[in-house]
């Protein structure tokens, strides 16, 4: 499909994350108006967001950057949040993007119009705009979920959830609490354990670890990949980047074979070999099979974990009290600071906006039983809106950069057909999204993330929320949408 862009389209992009952020560079490239909202004050999405200590992004530097603007300045092969954060604003910078961004502008409403084929869209502040598009970027694991604990708000002193780090709580020399082992939960242990005077980690769930190689780059190594990006692109389209993540989503798609086992056996090898207490192994010890819940990538945790000042507690919670947690053997941990890493209401994407489309369907009402899109990007009832990094997408430890990438691909294709006239809206029709459906069930059913653990990688069923193929599949899946799925409304049937 070539676009002649014969009809001016207003694209409304709702969120300035990575993927909006990506939106917004490819249309401006084409030279189309679009409009990002914003609803802080500042890029950078879930970047922005967490701030927490310890924070990095457990995919490599290299290969967490847009394909078209490699970065020669990474410090490590695994980078701070604070220098993703950085990348993002540089980026922005570059393409001058701040003045198609309206920040502090939460979109409350989307409401189709099928007469005119266009979106009016909402902000809170009770503005509205019309656009022809709507491009959904508004992230996945950005409202913390609070843990439904006894007295949580009884706590003296501050108790906050990691995406609202609290720069003035007491942490050095302090007795600090942290409830979660997640990756933040993880990552916290490894960057306060040396600070405090104590830090109890409440673990319901121990972890698999994936140990994996941590380094600086020289200043010299960062002055020849400025002067050279073929040696970026040596890093982050390496036969060994590339092909783990090809036997990593092989892996997960085939639980029982090769891939599966050597991660198991990495990992397993890495538990036994790293902890020395058996006590505190024991507490340590999975008891589901590793990449069930997303891997943790550490080059340190065993041996953090195992600092004097940390105590691994496994026993159940009681309730919160004004000076600590009580366990329900009656057991009392003094706290100065309760940290909550207990992650993110990964189920809501665009929602709490009210989103209307065909015939008065809303998306909580297309919702009720799980989120879900047309290969993670397009939805029935719902017409010229895409989504990004949309529900039924992949996960696993890989960059969402690229997947963003691979899904804009897709739905500038279908956007095509309306820049050249072809047709005045565009979504798939429900038995097509139903038989997708259909099929991504019954074999999410099958991958590593639902053989038998809690994550928030399941939906509210316990059916894994993700795309359960291998990376080609999806690839090839993104490469050319198939237009007999679609029901394709022309300028003069609309
Ligand atoms: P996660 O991965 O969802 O982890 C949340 C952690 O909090 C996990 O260990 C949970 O235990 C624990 N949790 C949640 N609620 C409670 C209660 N009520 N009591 C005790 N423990 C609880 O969130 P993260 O922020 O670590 O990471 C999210 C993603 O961000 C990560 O995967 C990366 O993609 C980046 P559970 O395992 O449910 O027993």
Known sequence: MTATTNRPLRHAVIGAGMAGILAAIKLKQRGEHFVVYEKAAKIGGTWRENRYPGLSCDVPAHAYTYSFEPYPEWQAYY??????????????????????????????ALDWDAGTSQWTVTLADGSRDVFDVVIAASGVLHHPRLPDIEGLNSFEGPAFHTARWDDTAPIEGAKVGLIG??????????????????????????????????????????????????????????????????????AITDIDGPQMTMIEDVCRQHFESSIRDPELKEKLRPNYRAACKRLIYSWCYYEEVQHPAVFVETGKVARVEPKGVRMADGTFHELDTLILATGFQADKFIRPAGVTGENGMTLDAFWATRPTAHYAVTLPHFPNLFMLNGPTGPVGNFSLIDIAERQWDYIDQLIDLLRNGEAASVMPTVEAHNAYEERRIAAAKTTIFGSGCTSWYLDATGVPASWPWSYDAFADAMAKPVLSEYAIRTLVAA
Do not use: C
């Not at 980078?79 to 409350?108: C, H, M, P, W």
């Not at 994936?210 to 200043?219: A, D, G, H, L």
């Open 181 to 250: 082992s997640g990756s933040t939960g993880i990552q916290i242990v490894t960057a306060i354990n040396k600070k405090v005077d104590k830090l109890v980690h409440f673990q319901r769930s121990p972890q698999w670890v994936m140990p994996v190689p941590q380094f600086q780059y020289t200043e010299e190594e960062r002055e020849a990949f400025r002067r050279d990006p073929a040696l970026i692109d040596a890093i982050r389209f390496a036969d060994e980047y590339i092909g783990n993540i090809k036997r990593f989503t092989d």
């Open 79 to 108: 980078a701070t949040g604070s220098e993703v954060q950085g990348y993002f604003e540089q980026v922005v910078a570059k393409y001058r993007l701040a003045e198609d961004i309206r920040f502090n502008s939460e979109v409350s």
